[in-house]
């Protein structure tokens, strides 16, 4: 670094369970390997929160936890999920009541999600094509919010539903987001995912206003597609797909097919982004906590750096993140019958970004 | 046929819009063929009604239509929807008040989708395998039952709902339909699909009566995938899937990506089934109506074709179903390279079963 001193960033880590503590520690040596004598330095507050924690304390994320990072400048996530068998945990609980709690308490209404087919990585698909397009999931509304119920629960009466809420509010900012992100890319294509021909109270707040929005972006081309079709389309003609805004829901589900046809979930990285700045964002991978192959070395770390490097996008460290992005395409291209463990690939990266 | 009497079946045949009436021209000749001289006659009903049907005369599916059609023992559907630029027709207008309006007027619960990938089909996967499961879709409740509603329209602020609406009585019968259908096929393996982790109220009464009707179905492998993980496996693994069970929202999505898979819509069946006997059945293609190609014999009829042999299976003519399929089956396996008209595929596979 010439002229300008370094930028103190205060970071939270949350390793979380399984694979998280690990894949976690790779992402963090990265990110100081990168930044060593660049324009920001790290400081690293860990927390521990996740299943495990629950297990002993019986907390999952207490408010004091949640005021404490929120004076953070930006948040490092691992994994949390329950040990396969484990009875103790509620289904869901940790799911809920500390990541989805954490999303929409930080506001995280940019639920960002590149899939990127890189050179040498074995896509299940037969004719893969170029696949380099974004997904800009809704983050914070939709049928994520909890809202529902059940009554005469447990009997042959029982009704259970689940409430999708949407607002302008929350569907403008998001979809402009995804505007100005498509209009900052070549291709400068925007296609919106919904099911608007039955859910229509949503759809058509979600049709609306991305019409209106496209108003203000002339130079972003712009289609629709229902869900089930959008599935066939990553399945068949993933290329044609360049930024996709979509819900909170149907954004769950296309990114994970997203990740499979590019290679699957150890390579796919992800930010919870508040793009207002109002809140700290939060970078993870979209893997879980593999709690299978914990502990051994085994996890591919992946995800979580390039989840990293989006990380650095976000705080404006761009030629960083883009030498972590380049580090992992050659790291990624050489990888064919080659087994390394988890620290092996981290510092295979870290060396190449030093 | 010998002893028997053939029984008389009064069948409608909703033909619609697009390539509708196309496809099932082939459909009906492939029903009388294999019928000719065996246990069924059929005695068609045509009904006229769709996207064209509502432009000329404003009526989507009038009452004394619906009364009508619950006189008939089966229903034969093609697709229906607007072509493309058509500006008259309020965007999934006919979908809602006739496709949809029938599946919930005739209680049809058991939207039955198999995927299989025949012989001599391109799959888009790279190594497919051997691809032959079912989906078990609801069809008269979750996201689908248009109970919704929005405030604020058209403002800032703005608020629009979408309720999922799920009883233990509508859960309970689709289960346990899927439990029957599953003991009954080689495998005997269940997979629900569904989000618990996130819609906790609506996904503990699916969990809670899956587990429960699994008690009487003690031979029946049960698994269970959120609806994310099941769109990795579906272009990982689709072999690993027998039978799976899921709500009418996450069974359009995984029925499009499974029909994907498995060489395209243009070979998927469904039908739209009411176990209980008390209104009739509806069989129809996955696909749609896709008027760019409507009356140019490109159509391909093997959706409608299939769709006929489940609705054959249905009314208790396994046999013939089974010779449909078998026909099916030889004719796509031969056909590579080789264009012909809607109409000479369907005299081919008529041919076959005469
Ligand atoms: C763990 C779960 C709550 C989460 C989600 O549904 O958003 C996950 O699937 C994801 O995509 O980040
Ligand atoms: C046309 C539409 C209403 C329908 C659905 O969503 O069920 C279709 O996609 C299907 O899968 O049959």
Redesign the interface.
């Known amino acids: 670094m010439s002229e300008e001193a370094s930028k103190v960033i205060s970071l939270a880590v949350i390793p979380g369970d399984g694979i998280g503590p690990e894949v976690t520690a790779e992402a963090v040596k990265v990110l100081k390997a990168v930044t060593q004598d660049g324009p920001a330095r790290f400081e690293l507050t860990e927390y521990q929160l996740g299943a495990e924690h629950w297990l002993r304390t019986g907390e999952t994320l207490p408010d004091e936890t949640l005021e404490a990072l929120k004076g953070h400048d930006a948040i490092l996530f691992g994994a949390v999920g329950a040990a396969p068998g484990d009875t103790q945990m509620p ?2 609980l940790i ?2 009541e500390m990541l ?1 709690k954490l999303r929409f308490s930080l506001d995280h209404f940019v639920n960002l999600r590149p899939s990127k087919l890189y050179p040498g990585v ?6 893969p094509g170029d696949i380099d397009f974004i997904v800009v999931r809704e983050g914070t509304e939709g ?2 919010v ?1 809202n ?3 009554l ?1 629960t ?16 929350g569907v ?1 900012r998001v979809v402009r987001d995804a505007f100005r992100r498509a209009s900052e890319r070549p291709r400068k294509k925007l296609t919106l995912v919904h ?11 979600w ?2 206003t991305f019409e209106s929005v496209a108003a203000d972006f002339p130079d972003v081309e712009t289609d629709y597609l229902h ?3 959008a ?2 389309f990553l ?2 003609n993933p290329s044609r797909f360049d930024v996709i805004v979509t819900d909170n ?1 149907f954004g ?6 997203a ?3 590019t290679g ?2 150890g390579l796919a990285a992800s930010g919870n982004i508040n793009m207002e700045g109002t809140f700290p964002s939060m970078f993870e991978p979209v893997h879980g906590s593999a709690p299978d192959i914990a502990g051994q070395q085994k996890a591919d770390p992946t995800a979580a750096i390039l989840s990293a490097a989006l990380m650095l996008h976000h705080l404006g460290f761009d030629a960083e993140a883009e030498r972590v992005e380049q580090a992992v395409e050659s790291d990624v291209a050489s990888r064919a019958g080659n087994t390394r463990t988890t620290a092996e690939i981290g510092d295979a990266i870290a060396a190449a970004v030093s």
């Open positions: 289904s869901g799911e809920r989805l074995a896509s299940p698909l037969a004719n049928p994520y909890g529902g119920g059940s005469r447990g009997t042959e009466h029982e009704i259970a539903t689940e409430v999708s809420l949407n607002t302008a509010h403008e099911k608007h021909n039955v859910l229509v109270y949503a759809g058509s707040l049709k609306r869900v089930d079709a599935t066939i399945t068949t829901l769950d589900i296309i990114t994970d097919l990740a499979a046809v699957g979930i």
